[in-house]
């Protein structure tokens, strides 16, 4: 297998359309290393999912080569299924099991794996390997998924939004279990909505936009990318109309500016210069501050200088509502 968990080269899916072909993945290329936790983000309709479906062999590409832990889907796809986990959006099993028994059914289809009992005790639940489905919380299910995936003892483990929805202590408990997967060498691929958990987690990101790789790196190096280190949040009182993000460029050490909500968000080299050329060009300008923060530079800041759009989970959630082909496991 060598260095590469993934290896995808030119990869592109079409769908037919009523004004014609459909681009759900336009030439993406990526690469995955053995042993690394990958992030793959984007805003909705970007290509992702349609990508991580297509390394799961859920679905097919259009064209393009697709490589997974050294095998091809065409040829060698039982080999592929034994050695990967899959963790799906939304996993629904049957309440009126318990816990051991369905991760026990799980691990029956593999030939080698973990014992069931471990696999519970790895994500915090073998206190709960008697207890029905229909006891659990949501996190504690999220996390049942996660045990599902794990069972089979896999090199490569695909985890779509696992913490979508779920309590800070939940998502916590998940974090945990993925750092260990990344301390036992096995390799992740991770999406997410959450760019705090892309930044703790990930030891590179690549952002999707359009079906393609616009961005790729570990989050701290994104980051530098953007040249600032500080983000200066404010807003302006004195009626409209608001003043255009543009009238704020040519202030000290601003380095990029983008109307944010009600307000607006500098990316700064210094904010001790920035803040009072800020005050001084609002004073001028008749427009009292109504507000200001200041804080680091985050990988949320890179996603929107990118993609002119912030990932955040409620507009995933009112995406994946209308989407009739969300991935479930039943």
């Known amino acids: 297998m060598g260095e590469w968990a993934i290896r995808v080269a030119d990869l592109r899916k079409q769908y037919p359309g009523r004004d014609g072909p459909i681009d759900a993945v336009n030439g993406l290329d990526l690469e995955v290393r053995v042993g690394e936790c990958f992030g793959l983000l984007g805003p909705n309709g970007a290509g992702k999912t349609t990508t991580v479906e297509i390394l799961e062999g859920l679905n097919k590409p259009t064209s393009g080569d697709v490589e997974v832990l050294g095998r091809r889907w065409e040829s060698q796809a039982t080999e592929i299924r034994e050695r990967i986990g899959v963790t799906l959006q939304e996993t629904r099993f049957p309440e009126k099991s318990t816990l051991l028994e369905l991760v026990g059914l799980f691990r029956g289809f593999y030939r080698e794996g973990l014992e069931p009992e471990d696999v519970l005790g790895r994500v915090s639940l073998d206190g709960k390997a008697n207890s029905y489905v229909e006891q659990l919380s949501g996190g504690q299910q999220q996390r ?4 599902v ?3 089979g003892d896999p090199e490569l483990l695909f ?4 913490t979508t929805g779920l309590d800070p202590q939940s998502r916590r408990q998940l974090w945990d279990v993925i750092l260990d997967l990344r301390n036992r060498g096995r390799t992740t691929v991770l999406t997410t909505h959450y760019m705090d958990e892309a930044e703790r987690l990930c030891d590179r990101v690549a952002i999707v936009d359009q079906g393609k790789v616009i961005a790729l790196g ?10 600032g280190e500080h983000v200066v949040e404010f807003a302006v009182g004195g009626g409209e109309p608001p003043p255009d993000p543009s009238c704020f460029a040519e202030l000290s050490t601003v380095l990029g500016t983008r109307a944010e909500g009600d307000g607006y968000a500098l ?3 210094a904010p001790h210069r920035a803040i009072p050329a800020l005050l001084d060009y609002l004073e001028a300008a008749g427009r009292p501050l109504a507000r200001l923060t200041t804080r680091q530079v985050s990988l949320e800041d890179v996603f929107v200088a990118l993609t002119g759009r912030h990932l955040r989970e409620e507009e995933a959630d009112a995406a ?5 082909g969300r991935r479930r496991r039943r």
């Open 159 to 162: 985890l779509d939004e696992p």
């Open 267 to 269: 990316t700064v080299g």
């Open 149 to 151: 995936a794990l069972v």
């Open 320 to 324: 994946r509502a209308s989407k009739p």
């Open 144 to 147: 049942l998924a996660v045990a």
């Open 218 to 227: 570990s989050p701290a190096d994104l980051i530098a990318r953007l040249g």
